[in-house]
């Protein structure tokens, strides 16, 4: 029994597998002194705290937040999240405090630690979700400030909508 049949078969669905590899998401940016905030239309720089940018596919500049909360509205909002291709947010523990982020250290949002509940606001005065790169620095900031450290996966929309703090 032949199976010539098989090898054009088997490489016709290598090539189809290669072409459904995903696109590898665009590099954070860094933020910059014209950053304007995506729903307050203020300048991101001016506010203290943890900021956030989305990356949107066919635009080039991404969209910016002066809060991480608000990055984190934003990806849940219909409509405003169809073609996501990247969701940063800053790095706080590479910051040389919390009222002055390092604009050009960004960690993947679903990669980082996030201490939620603290005594910190955020840009916006709101409670915030305060990021980290390193479940370490995230652990040092809780026992500081106080709240809690969980995943992006971990922090509920009622908490993002402000129906419980």
Request: charged share 20%; glycine share 10%.
């Amino acid at each position: 029994m032949t199976y010539r049949w098989l090898l054009p078969i088997v490489l016709l669905l290598l090539t189809a597998c290669e072409d459904e590899k995903v696109a590898a998401p665009p590099p954070p940016a860094t933020m910059s002194s014209e950053a304007i905030g995506h729903f307050c239309l203020m300048n991101v720089a001016e506010h203290p705290g943890p900021k956030g940018q989305a990356h949107i596919a066919g635009h080039s500049e991404p969209v910016w937040f002066p809060s991480v909360r608000d990055l984190l509205t934003f990806r849940l909002l219909p409509g405003e999240t169809d073609e996501i291709t990247a969701l940063y947010v800053s790095d706080t523990g590479a910051a040389p405090s919390f009222e002055q982020i390092d604009p050009s250290r960004w960690v993947a949002a679903e990669r980082a630690f996030y201490v939620i509940g603290s005594d910190k606001a955020g840009g916006m005065g709101a409670s915030e979700a305060v990021p980290f790169a390193d479940e370490a620095d995230a652990r040092a900031f809780q026992g500081d400030h106080g709240g809690d450290v969980v995943g992006l996966d971990g922090i509920s929309r009622a908490w993002i909508f402000g129906e419980n703090g």
